[in-house]
């Protein structure tokens, strides 16, 4: 047994087979084999899952299906360790070796990940398993995480070369001493354990926060304390974003701030308080988003389409994400439901309640569905005209322009009425909730009310079994609201606990 795990007791010289060989000694074996060529990852075979492949000259990679028996009776299984920032992935690998305290098969992936595979007598894993070990707050596009391999699974083998998330040629190395035949059988026992520990140990590191540590420059610095000074000289409130981050850290910003927070050194963004303001007016803002062009980002004719309603000079920006901002006010609240769909086929979101902020430019903040964990990507919003000209509106008349596009939404109607005003829509949905005596005063921001999402359940009087990880709770408004009545709440349980 190993006390630690070091790469001096790893294999350090080692002549490895080429592709063609290894896979026919798989094959031989009885190894459940895919045949894979031009570095792809994709079999050549399209059931490929149940019947065995055989090894072609040509060949760059080869695969075992987990979950199948070979010649000895054993069933084969993988854990595949796929951890993005090197430390932390060196640090959850030796973690799990140590807690397997057996010999097993070891390989690095073509991601520069660590794959360990292991046997069991009996075909005791009918799925596979993934682990999620992300940060609490991450949003990246490829997750860290560990997964168990098995259920008809293909996973790669060494010498395989495959290319790799990032567009790279990678290969997958044998690091073991133990060959792949001679890897640890573990038992249902075993095995069960070994789940249950990958389940706690990945709740460790995924209730954790990424912590953002984006600086800019001075002049940037100086830009955000102007703008901050202009919102604030017309009447709004603004509150500062520090290190690349979304959100206001002060707890009350909404109340207004000391114009200290905005001499940090930090300092990288300005988040603007919607809905009503201090004179009395109220402020609102749409966000159109999601359909890009070629270049990776929203034509800016889309906002010509706002002038029969706004003029031709309105306060507009290009945000973070590459859509566009623009930001009006209003003597009454625009009372309209969240989400609408333009006929160009990109979406608006408006952004009208007391609940609702927006970003606004010159901040610098971390994009959505960046690549990697640990690894975010930073955007400036940029500003296309003056944050002085925030246009005035006739709130009527901008309500009969918006109603006019088709509300985007899964479920078109409430009861198959259509509802343009979320006021109308929560009132329908309140009377229809009534009947079953089930109506709920819970604010749609839910995490500000119940932080932790035990104590939510609990409210709720919902049986549950869950660890405190917040992705394995999501909370869904059953239909688009002003922020401060939600209709509904769906609970789902990504987990499948009772």
């Known amino acids: 047994m190993y006390l630690t795990f070091t790469y ?38 399209k059931n490929w899952n149940k019947l065995r492949d055989k090894p072609s000259v040509d060949m760059t990679g080869v695969g075992i299906v987990t979950g199948t028996q070979i010649n000895n ?17 060196e640090e959850i690998f030796q973690k799990i070796l140590q807690y397997i305290s057996r010999s097993v098969y070891i390989e690095t992936t073509c991601s520069g990940g660590y794959r360990i595979f292991f046997y069991c ?17 991450d949003c990246a596009r490829h997750k860290d995480n560990v997964e168990l391999f098995a259920g008809m699974k293909q996973v790669l083998v060494s010498p395989s070369k495959a290319i790799n998330k990032k567009g790279e040629t990678g290969k997958y190395s044998q690091i073991s001493e133990t060959g792949l035949l001679e890897s640890a059988i573990l038992s249902k026992y075993d095995v069960e354990k070994l789940i249950n520990y990958l389940d706690q140990l990945s709740y ?6 990424f912590q953002h540590r984006h600086k800019t420059s001075s002049g940037h610095r100086k830009e955000l304390r102007t703008v901050y000074q202009s919102l604030t000289s017309q009447g709004y409130i603004a509150g500062p974003l520090v290190n690349g981050e979304r959100h206001c850290r002060i707890e009350n910003w909404k ?40 270049k990776g980002y929203l034509p800016f004719e889309i906002l010509d389409q706002f002038k029969p309603v706004l003029g031709d000079s309105f306060y507009s920006e290009m945000s973070v994400s590459q859509g566009y901002h623009i930001i009006v006010k209003s003597k009454d609240p625009l009372d309209l ?45 940029i500003a296309l005209s003056s944050i002085e000209n925030i246009t005035l509106v006739d709130t009527e008349t901008v309500r009969n322009f918006i109603i006019n596009f088709q509300p985007y939404r899964k479920s078109q109607s409430f009861n198959k009425v259509a509802y343009n005003l979320a006021s109308a829509e929560n009132q329908a949905v309140i009377s229809y909730m009534q009947k079953y005596d089930k109506l709920s005063a819970i604010n749609r921001q839910i995490k500000a009310v119940f932080p932790d999402v035990i104590d939510l359940l609990n409210f709720l009087d919902m049986a549950h079994s869950n660890k405190k990880k917040p992705q394995y709770i999501n909370f869904f408004s059953l239909y688009a609201d002003d922020g401060n009545n939600p209709d509904a709440i769906l609970f789902y349980n990504n987990n499948n606990d009772p």
């Open 8 to 45: 001096e007791n790893l294999l350090i010289d080692h002549i490895e087979p080429d592709v063609y060989e290894q896979a026919l000694n798989l094959y031989n074996e009885g190894f459940h084999i895919t045949v894979l060529t031009k570095k792809s990852k994709i079999p050549l075979m």
């Open 73 to 89: 009776g054993n069933f084969v299984y993988a854990l595949d360790i796929d951890i993005y920032r090197p430390d932390r992935g």
């Open 121 to 137: 007598e009996n075909n005791i894993i009918s799925k596979a398993f993934q682990f999620d070990f992300s940060e609490e707050n």
């Open 204 to 209: 460790e590191y995924s209730k954790e926060k």
């Open 255 to 294: 109340n207004g701030v000391d114009n200290a927070a905005f001499e940090v050194e930090n300092l990288t963004g300005i988040v603007l308080k919607l809905g009503k303001q201090p004179d009395g007016m109220y402020l609102s803002c749409f966000d159109i988003d999601k359909i890009k062009n070629k």
């Open 337 to 381: 439901n969240k989400k609408w769909k333009l006929p160009d086929g990109s979406i608006l979101e408006v952004l009208c309640s007391d609940h609702d902020t927006v970003n606004v430019a010159p901040t610098t903040s971390f994009i959505n569905k960046y690549e990697f964990s640990g690894y975010p990507e930073y955007q400036k919003s």
